[in-house]
Nanobody, 122 residues
């Protein structure tokens, strides 16, 4: 499975961005993580294949929405009311296809896309 993330950019605080991740093969649980220098890669959101089960980190819950399009085989992250602390490189990831639990642990994701930079100015 190959993952291709897109949609990052520069936005002012309070603004919105939409990230998208296209998968080349069949995927089940997909997630978004983010990384800032000197920090661990942090869980952001995840969703199962049907889109019914979702998980969010406390820091983004209520501002970010994860969704997926099974026809286009994409997972999207709608980010609203962005804050400077949301600035990071965002990565999409996928769990092994047979796994259905919507995990928040980065160790349980085995497929990773390249990152896309999100910068939020104050």
């Amino acid at each position: 499975v190959q993952l291709q993330a897109s949609g990052g950019g520069l936005v002012q605080a309070g603004g919105s961005l939409r990230l998208s991740c296209a998968a080349s093969g069949r995927t089940a649980v997909m997630g978004w993580f983010r990384h800032t220098p000197g920090m661990e890669r942090e869980f952001v959101a995840a969703i199962n294949r049907s889109g019914v089960r979702k998980q969010y980190s406390d820091s983004v819950r209520g501002r970010f929405t994860v969704s997926r399009d099974t026809v286009r085989n994409t997972v999207n992250l709608e980010m609203n009311n962005l804050k400077p602390e949301d600035s990071a490189v965002y990565y999409c990831a996928a769990r092994p296809t047979h796994e259905t639990y919507v995990s928040t642990s980065r160790e349980s994701y085995i497929y990773w896309g390249q990152g896309t930079q999100v910068t939020v100015s104050s």
